[in-house]
């Protein structure tokens, strides 16, 4: 109605609606009927106006200052209430019809929410029933069966990665909480604070256009673990603060110099020193559409999806990968037959001894990570994903989205976190587009003359939890990897060998390529990396068409080496549907009790 047409901006509608108006008043044709309408409405706004003071002194807005000398807000109440009064008192039916209307205006403007500001008493109370509530729930001690998800999700800006921010959506929308974390680098480009401004106003306009409930937070920081540990501290107010953090998989970790992976593995570590649960969303499509869209988020253009960086790393000669000769991770027992010089490899001695003397051995007749049954190389060209764009691979993520997400959400559950790896499937499994999935668990495998009994022990665990599953599968993860696996992992390290040096803290001289592996590496986590392939051949095994793979995230030690580290990260999710791997604090998020 208030459109406006013309070089003056004349709202014609509106004045067609006011002359429809007046002519239905004028063709009523009966003075006293008019005169009880025109009193009833003119009653019902001062009535209106009288509780509008009122409920700007309630809010005790620092911008509501009558001039009236006498003026309490009681007496605007008392005022408010006479005028009622007065109109019920003239006739109960006008009166009931004209509060019926003004409160249709009122719903209708609020429904059809216009680009005003009003400056209205419900927003100044608002505000202040809000930071009461956060005062008096500081005095509120933490309990288990109050536990809901507060999320810090490092998205960068948000609009850039549509597809962690529609998933974390999903199981904090009406829940719990979401924050919105971008960390603002030199190497991001000159910013400034008076960027922040903007970069919010943008940002909240994409989470309205979007339906998205969530927070939007921005540090300037001159590193990105530098920003993460400000969030970390600084994010929230009182019990309103985070309890989980969630970030997007490096996709380009094999690109990255060695500090970056290093922050990569410290703001992990950062996050557990403070209590929190760790997160990390892996698509293999990828989810950052920066370079396909403006800040707000309004405008983007088709992608062209490129291949991981495990696909890059292979180079093909005449149909066959080309490996160079470099000191491989070994299977205890297992890759004799492929090497020329077995007694050379590095590798733990049968006894339990420590290192074998080393050398560089070769690989002989080393097979196509293609030609390897169960563990696909996944090659993305242009057209490869049945979707149009990655947008189009983000909306599946969307609560909005009209396709809903079918078959099973595997929720691997090797160690006992608190109950995080399994509460926060559970709740997608209640949320669109994921409610159409159900749970299935696997858990670890006990001693095998004891199967049967932990499985029963585990199906009775899980319905004390009142988690709804499909089937609880035990899972070996102590039996060592195949050949085939151990050769596809020794392949993906392969360029990040270090032939020359043995000490763990060795990084490139230019600081520009990830920190070399060397052999105290291997051998210090030898047993962790033989369980991350292990897990691989689970995942292929059990996982592969899955809908979703939520599973518990391996916990860096602070001596990690950061390239290994993402080395299992990759070997846990390469060539899998959307992972989450998630740990918990060890705090329970979960009870019997109701």
Same mark, same amino acid.
């Given at each position: 109605?208030?459109?406006?047409?013309?070089?003056?901006?004349?709202?014609?509608?509106? /004045?067609?609606?006011?002359?429809?108006?007046?002519?239905?008043?004028?063709?009523?044709?009966?003075?006293?009927?008019?005169?009880?309408?025109?009193?009833?409405?003119?009653?019902?706004?001062?009535?209106?106006?009288?509780?509008?003071?009122?409920?700007?002194?309630?809010?005790?807005?620092?911008?509501?200052?009558?001039?009236?000398?006498?003026?309490?807000?009681?007496?605007?109440?008392?005022?408010?209430?006479?005028?009622?009064?007065? %109109?019920? %008192?003239?006739?109960?039916?006008?009166?009931?019809?004209?509060?019926?209307?003004?409160?249709?205006? /009122?719903?209708?403007?609020?429904?059809?929410?216009?680009?005003?500001?009003?400056?209205?008493?419900?927003?100044?109370?608002?505000?202040?029933?809000? #930071?009461?509530?956060?005062?008096?729930?500081?005095?509120?001690?933490? +309990?288990?069966?109050?536990?809901?998800?507060?999320?810090?999700?490092?998205?960068?800006?948000?609009?850039?990665? *549509?597809?962690?921010?529609?998933?974390? +959506?999903?199981?904090?929308?009406?829940?719990?909480?979401?924050?919105?974390?971008?960390?603002?680098?030199?190497?991001?480009?000159?910013?400034?604070?008076?960027?922040?401004?903007?970069?919010?106003?943008?940002?909240?306009?994409?989470?309205?256009?979007?339906?998205?409930?969530?927070? /939007?937070?921005?540090?300037?920081?001159?590193?990105?673990?530098?920003?993460?540990?400000?969030?970390?501290?600084?994010?929230?107010?009182?019990? %309103?603060?985070?309890? &989980?953090?969630?970030?997007?998989?490096?996709?380009?970790? %094999?690109?990255?110099?060695?500090?970056?992976?290093?922050?990569?593995?410290?703001?992990?570590?950062?996050?557990?020193?403070?209590?929190?649960?760790?997160?990390?969303?892996?698509?293999?499509?990828?989810?950052?559409?920066?370079?396909?869209?403006?800040?707000?988020?309004?405008?983007?253009?088709?992608?062209?999806?490129?291949?991981?960086?495990?696909?890059? &790393?292979?180079?093909?000669?005449?149909?066959?990968?080309?490996?160079?000769?470099?000191?491989?991770?070994?299977?205890?027992?297992?890759?004799?037959?492929?090497?020329?010089?077995?007694?050379?490899?590095?590798?733990?001695?049968?006894?339990?001894?420590?290192?074998?003397?080393?050398?560089? *051995?070769?690989?002989?007749?080393?097979?196509?990570?293609?030609?390897?049954?169960?563990?696909?190389?996944?090659?993305?060209?242009?057209?490869?994903?049945? /979707?149009?764009?990655?947008?189009?691979?983000?909306?599946?993520?969307?609560?909005?989205?009209?396709?809903?997400?079918?078959?099973?959400?595997?929720?691997?559950?090797?160690?006992?976190?608190?109950?995080?790896?399994?509460?926060?499937?559970?709740?997608?499994?209640?949320?669109?587009?994921?409610?159409?999935?159900?749970?299935?668990?696997?858990?670890?495998?006990?001693?095998?003359?004891?199967?049967?009994?932990?499985?029963?022990? &585990?199906?009775?665990?899980?319905?004390?939890?009142?988690?709804?599953?499909?089937?609880?599968?035990?899972?070996?993860?102590?039996?060592?990897?195949?050949?085939?696996? #151990?050769?596809?992992?020794?392949?993906?390290?392969?360029?990040?060998?270090?032939?020359?040096?043995?000490?763990?803290?060795?990084?490139?001289?230019?600081?520009?390529?990830?920190? *070399?592996?060397?052999?105290?590496?291997?051998?210090?986590?030898?047993?962790?990396?033989?369980?991350?392939?292990?897990?691989?051949?689970?995942?292929?095994? +059990?996982?592969?068409?899955?809908?979703?793979?939520?599973?518990?995230?391996?916990?860096?030690?602070?001596?990690?080496?950061?390239?290994?580290? +993402?080395?299992?990260?990759?070997?846990?999710?390469?060539?899998?549907?959307?992972?989450?791997?998630?740990?918990?604090?060890?705090?329970?998020?979960?009870?019997?009790?109701?």
């Amino acid at each position: 109605m208030a459109r406006g047409y013309g070089k003056s901006g004349e709202p014609r509608l509106a /004045y067609l609606l006011t002359f429809a108006i007046a002519c239905g008043i004028i063709a009523i044709a009966d003075l006293n009927t008019i005169t009880f309408l025109v009193s009833n409405f003119f009653i019902g706004t001062y009535a209106v106006i009288n509780y509008a003071c009122f409920d700007a002194s309630l809010s005790e807005s620092p911008g509501f200052r009558p001039g009236f000398r006498f003026y309490n807000k009681w007496l605007s109440l008392f005022g408010a209430l006479i005028c009622v009064a007065c %109109m019920f %008192m003239m006739s109960w039916q006008g009166a009931l019809a004209t509060m019926a209307i003004i409160v249709f205006l /009122y719903m209708y403007v609020r429904h059809k929410a216009p680009d005003v500001n009003w400056g209205s008493s419900i927003q100044a109370r608002a505000f202040k029933s809000t #930071v009461q509530s956060a005062l008096k729930l500081i005095n509120v001690q933490e +309990h288990v069966k109050n536990f809901r998800p507060q999320v810090l999700v490092l998205t960068g800006l948000p609009s850039s990665r *549509p597809a962690l921010v529609y998933f974390v +959506h999903t199981f904090t929308k009406n829940l719990g909480m979401m924050i919105c974390g971008h960390i603002l680098t030199p190497d991001q480009g000159e910013f400034s604070l008076s960027s922040i401004g903007p970069l919010q106003k943008q940002t909240y306009a994409w989470f309205n256009q979007k339906h998205v409930k969530s927070f /939007y937070s921005t540090v300037l920081a001159d590193s990105f673990r530098q920003g993460v540990r400000s969030m970390l501290q600084t994010v929230g107010i009182g019990k %309103m603060r985070p309890n &989980m953090v969630v970030m997007g998989f490096t996709q380009n970790w %094999m690109e990255r110099s060695a500090g970056r992976n290093l922050e990569f593995i410290e703001s992990i570590n950062d996050a557990f020193d403070m209590n929190m649960g760790v997160g990390i969303l892996r698509v293999q499509e990828g989810m950052d559409v920066s370079h396909l869209t403006d800040v707000t988020g309004s405008t983007f253009d088709l992608p062209s999806l490129v291949a991981s960086p495990v696909d890059k &790393m292979f180079s093909k000669t005449n149909g066959h990968e080309s490996v160079s000769p470099s000191v491989l991770l070994p299977r205890r027992g297992s890759l004799q037959p492929v090497l020329e010089h077995p007694a050379s490899a590095v590798s733990l001695s049968p006894n339990g001894g420590g290192l074998s003397p080393s050398a560089v *051995p070769l690989l002989r007749n080393c097979r196509s990570t293609l030609d390897v049954p169960g563990l696909e190389h996944r090659e993305s060209t242009q057209g490869a994903s049945q /979707y149009a764009s990655k947008l189009d691979l983000a909306d599946r993520f969307s609560a909005q989205s009209k396709q809903k997400m079918v078959g099973e959400i595997h929720v691997w559950w090797l160690y006992d976190d608190g109950g995080l790896t399994l509460l926060i499937p559970h709740i997608l499994s209640k949320k669109p587009p994921w409610n159409g999935c159900k749970l299935k668990i696997f858990y670890l495998q006990g001693k095998p003359h004891l199967l049967d009994e932990a499985q029963r022990n &585990m199906i009775a665990l899980l319905s004390k939890f009142r988690i709804d599953f499909s089937d609880a599968v035990a899972v070996n993860t102590s039996k060592p990897p195949s050949n085939e696996s #151990v050769i596809w992992f020794n392949q993906m390290i392969d360029q990040f060998r270090d032939r020359e040096n043995s000490d763990a803290t060795a990084a490139p001289s230019d600081g520009t390529l990830p920190t *070399p592996i060397t052999n105290d590496d291997l051998q210090a986590m030898f047993e962790k990396t033989q369980r991350q392939i292990r897990v691989r051949e689970l995942l292929k095994e +059990h996982s592969s068409n899955a809908s979703l793979v939520v599973m518990t995230l391996p916990v860096p030690k602070m001596n990690c080496n950061p390239t290994l580290y +993402h080395a299992w990260l990759e070997t846990l999710t390469a060539g899998m549907p959307p992972i989450l791997l998630l740990r918990g604090n060890q705090q329970s998020v979960m009870t019997f009790y109701s």
